[in-house]
């Protein structure tokens, strides 16, 4: 039974993600993707900017020079904050992750149940290595939990994503 979510955790989360024309368009499947991970993300998260508590939140991601920019603001419009992270440190994870993931649904079609499993456990691994590095950069900035950190590192991964 889950319990009811208290005035602090109501107010510390966000309420709308949106991405920036910077973003781009893409496939279908791409869009798919994308609009699933920000479902996911709102459906549950912890989002706290460090020194403001006055959510629920809105972000809007946008790229800009290979950085990633948090633009947040409360949920009736007011500037809170803008954060900028370089996507350098992620490149290598996301590349890694792909890799796996392509080698996972290939397994899908072909391997045993036993290699498919550790092929996803491997996939798991990666997934929560790409969400710690963003956790950990987004420290001191804004405050998230650890499910949280991996929705929006799923988002990240779209971003990459051509489809």
Known sequence: MTSAPTSEQAR????????DETIGRS?????HERAVAIFDLLEENSFAPIGHESGPY???LSLRDSKLIFSISTEDGADVA???L???????IVKDYFLICESY????????PSQIEAIDMGRRGIHNEGSQTLKD???GKIEVDFDTA??????????????
């Open 12 to 19: 510390q989360r966000l309420c709308d993600v949106a991405l």
């Open 27 to 31: 496939t279908p499947d791409v869009e």
């Open 58 to 60: 809105r972000l809007k």
């Open 82 to 84: 803008t954060h900028i």
């Open 86 to 92: 370089s996507l350098t440190p992620f490149r290598r």
């Open 105 to 112: 649904y290939q397994a899908i079609r072909s391997a045993t």
């Open 137 to 139: 950069r987004l420290n």
């Open 150 to 163: 991996r929705r929006l590192f799923t988002l990240v991964c779209v971003l990459y994503w051509k489809g």
